[in-house]
């Protein structure tokens, strides 16, 4: 079997069997939902001689619609309003971000920011809300999680970017200082605290030592993980956040719960952390006490 039949036939593999909680049982019910319907497709691609396997592989990779369609209407059955996640629990007057259960967003269509829709809205209204003014972040990429942290924060917020520049290099061909120059320029158009710091997350040096925030999406192995929650994630302060970015996997997009989501079962059962919630891939985690 070639590389694009191997994708095609593990897609969608990832979703978890978690016992959830109240909160998130709607969205539980949606994997699954989600499951059986990609389970239907990988059944019958299963099931095809490897020769029409192969060659059905390569028409759906040279054309996504053929994918999108069918899978999309499949996929977008569920939502229904009384069930849209609220996560930041409003209580007055709804902000936009409140607004992010309406929408789906899958990789199928990032943008900028290698999140959902749903994640970067929990980021900008939890920052917002919290009144966070410094956040350190390991894996900018292009710039999109740490324009929803600055912003969040506002003009008078710092957010310190740590990112090695090397998936602009693996994945774009181009040097990573392409991608922060239009980082730059973002920020410095709307006044927003932001300094790009380039380096290998485990060896370089963040010259603050209590931030508000930290969001960790760089190395996903579980000893980069590790290291980057023991460098940067316990310089949080009591009742900050600690955000990790592919805790938990979706119908779409297979997860790391052997690293990132290892690391949080951890940190939560030692007590020093709680899981404060799950949206989507990111684990929000706050600090319980200082030490
Ligand atoms: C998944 S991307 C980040 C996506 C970004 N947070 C967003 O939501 O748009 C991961 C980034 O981590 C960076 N990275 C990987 N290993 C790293 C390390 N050891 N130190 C610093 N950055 C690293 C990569 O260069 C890449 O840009």
């Known amino acids: 079997m070639n590389r694009e039949a191997q994708r095609l036939e593990t897609f969608g593999r990832n979703v978890p069997d978690v016992a959830p909680d109240d909160a998130a049982a709607p969205h539980h019910r949606?994997?699954?939902?989600?499951?059986?319907?990609?389970?239907?497709?990988?059944?019958?691609?299963?099931?095809?001689?490897?020769?029409?396997?192969?060659?059905?592989?390569?028409?759906?990779?040279?054309?996504?619609?053929?994918?999108?369609?069918?899978?999309?209407a499949r996929?977008?059955?569920?939502?229904?309003?009384?069930?849209?996640?609220?996560?930041?629990?409003?209580?007055?007057?709804?902000?936009?971000?409140?607004?992010?259960?309406?929408?789906?967003?899958?990789?199928?269509?990032?943008?900028?920011?290698?999140?959902?829709?749903?994640?970067?809205?929990?980021?900008?209204?939890?920052?917002?809300?919290?009144?966070?003014?410094?956040?350190?972040?390991i894996g900018r990429w292009r710039g999109g999680s740490t324009i929803a942290l600055a912003a969040g924060m506002g003009p008078?917020?710092?957010?310190?970017?740590?990112?090695?520049?090397?998936?602009?290099?693996?994945?774009?061909?181009?040097?990573?200082?392409?991608?922060?120059?239009?980082?730059?320029?973002?920020v410095q158009r709307f006044g927003l605290g932001v300094e790009l710091i380039r380096g290998d997350s485990r060896s370089v040096d963040v010259d603050v030592d209590e931030v508000d925030v930290v969001?960790?999406?760089?190395?996903?192995?579980?000893?980069?993980?590790?290291?980057?929650?023991?460098?940067f994630g316990r310089r949080v302060a009591p009742r900050g956040a600690v955000l990790l970015d592919d805790a938990f996997g979706d119908a779409l997009v297979p997860s790391h719960p052997e690293?990132?989501?290892?690391?949080?079962?951890?940190?939560t059962a030692s007590g020093e952390f709680r899981l404060v919630r799950r949206v989507d891939r990111l684990a929000h985690l706050e600090r319980a006490s200082a030490g």
Do not use: C
């Open 156 to 186: 008078e917020g710092t957010v310190w970017s740590i990112d090695l520049g090397e998936k602009a290099a693996r994945v774009l061909g181009i040097d990573p200082e392409e991608l922060d120059a239009e980082t730059r320029a973002f």
């Open 30 to 72: 949606l994997l699954q939902a989600r499951r059986s319907a990609l389970g239907a497709v990988r059944l019958a691609v299963a099931h095809m001689p490897s020769r029409l396997r192969t060659r059905v592989a390569a028409e759906l990779l040279a054309d996504p619609h053929a994918v999108l369609q069918a899978v999309g």
């Open 259 to 267: 690293s990132v989501g290892r690391l949080v079962r951890e940190v």
């Open 75 to 137: 996929l977008n059955r569920m939502p229904r309003l009384s069930e849209m996640p609220l996560d930041l629990e409003p209580e007055g007057r709804l902000e936009f971000e409140d607004l992010a259960g309406l929408f789906a967003s899958s990789i199928l269509n990032h943008g900028v920011v290698g999140m959902s829709i749903r994640q970067v809205a929990y980021i900008f209204g939890l920052v917002r809300r919290t009144g966070a003014r410094t956040a350190i972040e």
């Open 215 to 231: 969001l960790i999406d760089g190395d996903h192995t579980y000893e980069g993980v590790r290291s980057d929650f023991e460098r």
